[in-house]
């Protein structure tokens, strides 16, 4: 029997992790289990003994772990950086914009807007239209929900707009991207990657497939850009 490899994956990059495990296996002769879930619920899991060989999830947290002695140091490295971005039905599609004030005007314009609650990309809408003195206007009309509810919300029709991570927009069939949040607003999500202290041998195998730069195109075009650890 192979043996297994059990990797943390955030709910923003489940898609794209479903199509790397297959060559993920190949390369490191395991088998692949991923256990989903929002980018804070991982460090808790982790924290409170949840067995795991590979963890992804945002910097600040992995580095939190390390310093806990729940993730081994030396292994810490980028994966990605992922965009915010604003979903709409596909039927509305329209042009995809980068420009703050039109993304004003759409978020002005729309009924309701649908975000994750608990995730970091929730977080990091109720942040930004902080910082941009809309929170009067959209909070009455913005609804909090579930991992990977926002997007299905509107490809059902029962939502307008849902702002979620361009990796949850992209994959999701039926819904496209309105708008991307321009680099000023710097509400970009960015990923990390690193080893369980009691990682099995195969996982830094997967480790360095996982951040190889053969990959990056195929990120890219995902909505996932490398970028570089403070």
Do not use: C, W
Not at 78 to 87: D, H, N, Q, S, T
Request: charged residues 20%; negative net charge; without cysteine.
């Amino acid at each position: 029997m192979p043996s297994e490899l059990r990797i943390f994956v955030p709910v923003a990059i489940r898609a794209i992790m479903n199509n790397l495990v297959p060559r993920l296996e190949t390369a490191t002769g395991a088998s692949v289990t991923q256990l989903v879930d929002l980018n804070p619920a991982i460090p808790e899991r982790i924290s409170a003994g949840e067995a795991y060989d590979i963890g992804l999830t945002n910097p600040p947290y992995a580095k939190g772990l390390i310093e806990t002695g729940n993730a081994e140091a030396a292994s810490h490295r980028a994966f990605g950086r992922v965009p915010l971005a604003i979903g709409r039905k596909e039927e509305t599609a329209g042009s995809i914009t980068k420009d703050v004030e039109t993304i004003r005007g759409l978020f002005h314009e729309a009924d309701s807007i649908a975000y994750t609650g608990a995730g970091t990309s929730g977080r990091t809408y109720l942040d930004v239209i902080g910082r941009l003195d809309l929170s009067t206007a959209l909070l009455p009309k913005s609804l909090a929900m579930g991992g990977g509810e926002p997007v299905a919300s509107v490809a059902a029709g029962q939502v307008e707009l849902a702002v979620a991570p361009l990796t949850t927009v992209i994959s999701t069939p039926g819904v496209v991207p309105a708008a991307i949040l321009p680099e000023e607003l710097g509400t970009h999500i960015d990923m990390s990657i690193f080893l369980s202290r009691t990682s099995r041998a195969s996982a830094a195998s997967a480790l360095e497939f996982l951040t190889a730069r053969e990959l990056d195109d195929e990120l890219a075009a995902a909505g996932v850009l490398r970028f570089e650890l403070d």
